[in-house]
């Protein structure tokens, strides 16, 4: 640790002297823009955005399994207009990256040997479950309704595919309530409705719980109310217009969720190759009766857990008792938020007011007793958040925490491709509600 200088002392609380000695050790806080995810991150625990948002610390091998399947769905979705060859050479080489990254982050904090091979292991079984959700559930035709299977959705004639992680970055103009903040948003999918001339945002979400129940909420998440609003900015600048040649009224048309509920099974030792053998009970009140056994061999196979992923989302074979669930309630489904919304005054001011909470801390002084800490968001996913030492310990530890721990610095903003990057709204908006002009039902 360095020593104690004139102009920064070791500091002895969450004050001013905490933000200086984190700067004295090269953890220099940014401003960073409004994301998705940034509403849900200062509303449960403003001291958490701190160190991530502001100070840009990550744990090197940060791990979830929701997260990590989850993301694998989203690159597998992006290559859905794809044939099967081309599919299987991206996702390979997706995995080939992966691997050689999480190699690399293992060899730079001194994880190695058994350690090293579960990390690449369990990636390489995050890769295969959601490789084999998709496949499935996309194709997966909603039981008693007359609606395309999701596949079949995204891939309608009227619909022209844009393009995928589509990144959008701008400042929201003065005008707005909000005032002038950065506004970054970055779209699954985006399709143009060619009949409609209308915008389309797809984004998939995986769900432990029920498809049906996870798509109720979405209309009033703050993800949908930012991704329509920075399109609709964007389209108001004439930003969206010009990278893609399309027309100059062309509307937001509303976001389309599409949530798949993940299958209860895992990718394991019930995906080797088996026969089946009949045994004759030797012993107890069924004794001399004859039951089929499966006998294992080898190793896992992707194939395998396919074909059980099937099943299960059909609710045939060894979970035919799943059947009866999905005609209820089906493990995929899709919904659809029209971009009239933006129409409405109750959902503009709750967006106006969300986004208020978070330029608080995207522009207060970078200060730690600035951003509340809270307790309850220390436990996520099931286990302890990495970022807890942190909360248990006074600043003047921090530096060293983030080395033993191996936390890295990482700027988000500059880590992704926006193709629609504007540092500035081009030209004013319309007089009146900003919102109201050309919108219509999609």
Same mark, same amino acid.
């Given at each position: 640790?360095?020593?104690?200088?004139?102009?920064?002392?070791?500091?002895?609380?969450?004050?001013?002297?905490? @933000?200086? !000695?984190?700067?004295?050790?090269?953890?220099?806080? /940014?401003?960073?823009?409004?994301?998705?995810?940034?509403?849900?991150?200062?509303?449960?625990?403003?001291?958490?955005?701190?160190?991530?948002?502001?100070?840009?610390?990550?744990?090197? $091998?940060? !791990?979830?399994?929701?997260?990590?399947?989850?993301?694998?769905?989203? =690159?597998?979705?992006?290559?859905?207009?794809?044939?099967?060859?081309?599919?299987?050479?991206?996702?390979?080489?997706?995995?080939?990256?992966?691997?050689?990254?999480? %190699? %690399?982050?293992?060899?730079?904090?001194?994880?190695?040997? #058994?350690?090293?091979?579960?990390?690449?292991?369990?990636?390489?079984?995050?890769?295969?479950?959601?490789?084999? !959700?998709? @496949?499935?559930?996309?194709?997966?035709?909603?039981?008693?309704?007359?609606?395309?299977?999701?596949?079949?959705?995204?891939?309608?004639?009227?619909?022209?595919?844009?393009?995928?992680?589509?990144?959008?970055?701008?400042?929201?103009?003065?005008?707005?309530?909000?005032?002038?903040?950065?506004?970054?948003?970055?779209?699954?999918?985006?399709?143009?409705?060619?009949?409609?001339?209308?915008?389309?945002?797809?984004?998939?979400?995986?769900?432990?719980?029920?498809?049906?129940?996870?798509?109720?909420?979405?209309?009033?998440?703050?993800? /949908? @109310?930012?991704?329509?609003?920075?399109? =609709?900015?964007?389209?108001?600048?004439?930003?969206?217009?010009?990278?893609?040649?399309?027309?100059?009224?062309?509307?937001?048309?509303?976001?389309?969720?599409?949530?798949?509920?993940?299958?209860?099974?895992?990718?394991?030792?019930?995906?080797?190759?088996? %026969?089946?053998?009949?045994?004759?009970?030797?012993?107890?009140?069924? =004794?001399?009766?004859? #039951?089929?056994? =499966?006998?294992?061999?080898?190793?896992?196979?992707?194939?395998?857990?396919?074909?059980?992923?099937?099943?299960?989302?059909?609710?045939?074979? %060894?979970?035919?008792?799943?059947?009866?669930?999905?005609?209820?309630?089906?493990?995929?489904?899709?919904?659809?938020?029209?971009?009239?919304?933006?129409?409405?005054?109750?959902?503009?001011?709750?967006?106006?007011?969300?986004?208020?909470?978070?330029?608080?801390?995207?522009?207060?002084?970078?200060?730690?007793?600035?951003?509340?800490?809270?307790?309850?968001?220390?436990?996520?996913?099931?286990?302890?958040?990495?970022?807890?030492?942190?909360? $248990?310990?006074?600043?003047?530890?921090?530096?060293?925490?983030?080395?033993?721990?191996?936390?890295? @610095?990482?700027?988000r903003d500059e880590d992704v491709e926006f193709i629609i990057d504007a540092s500035c709204v081009a030209r004013p908006l319309c007089t009146g509600n900003p919102l109201t002009q050309g919108d219509q039902d999609?």
């Amino acid at each position: 640790m360095p020593p104690e200088i004139e102009n920064v002392p070791i500091p002895t609380g969450r004050g001013r002297e905490a @933000q200086k !000695w984190m700067e004295y050790h090269g953890y220099v806080d /940014t401003t960073p823009s409004i994301r998705s995810s940034d509403y849900e991150g200062v509303l449960h625990c403003p001291f958490q955005y701190y160190l991530s948002r502001r100070l840009g610390l990550s744990p090197a $091998l940060r !791990w979830s399994k929701a997260l990590s399947r989850g993301s694998w769905f989203h =690159k597998r979705l992006e290559l859905y207009r794809d044939t099967p060859e081309v599919v299987s050479s991206c996702t390979n080489k997706m995995l080939t990256d992966r691997l050689e990254e999480l %190699e %690399e982050i293992c060899k730079t904090i001194g994880i190695k040997g #058994e350690s090293k091979d579960k990390v690449l292991d369990r990636e390489k079984k995050d890769f295969a479950c959601a490789m084999a !959700w998709y @496949q499935v559930s996309m194709n997966l035709q909603l039981p008693q309704q007359k609606l395309p299977t999701a596949n079949e959705f995204l891939k309608q004639e009227h619909f022209r595919h844009l393009g995928s992680e589509v990144g959008i970055r701008l400042h929201m103009p003065k005008i707005h309530r909000a005032g002038k903040v950065m506004l970054t948003a970055m779209l699954d999918t985006l399709l143009y409705h060619k009949e409609q001339n209308s915008l389309y945002i797809v984004d998939a979400k995986t769900t432990a719980g029920s498809a049906e129940e996870r798509l109720i909420t979405c209309p009033l998440e703050f993800q /949908t @109310q930012h991704y329509m609003m920075v399109l =609709k900015l964007a389209l108001e600048s004439n930003l969206v217009q010009s990278v893609y040649d399309l027309p100059e009224d062309v509307r937001v048309g509303g976001m389309v969720h599409i949530a798949v509920q993940k299958p209860t099974i895992e990718f394991g030792m019930k995906d080797r190759d088996c %026969e089946e053998i009949e045994h004759t009970l030797q012993r107890g009140p069924r =004794k001399g009766q004859v #039951e089929i056994r =499966k006998n294992y061999s080898g190793e896992p196979r992707f194939e395998n857990y396919l074909e059980r992923c099937e099943d299960w989302y059909r609710g045939q074979g %060894e979970y035919e008792h799943l059947a009866e669930r999905w005609n209820m309630s089906p493990p995929i489904n899709y919904s659809l938020t029209y971009g009239n919304l933006l129409q409405d005054e109750d959902y503009l001011d709750e967006y106006y007011a969300r986004i208020t909470l978070i330029k608080k801390y995207v522009q207060c002084k970078a200060i730690p007793k600035n951003f509340p800490r809270s307790a309850n968001h220390l436990r996520q996913f099931g286990r302890m958040s990495p970022f807890t030492p942190f909360y $248990l310990t006074p600043p003047k530890e921090w530096p060293d925490i983030i080395k033993a721990e191996s936390f890295i @610095q990482i700027d988000r903003d500059e880590d992704v491709e926006f193709i629609i990057d504007a540092s500035c709204v081009a030209r004013p908006l319309c007089t009146g509600n900003p919102l109201t002009q050309g919108d219509q039902d999609g």
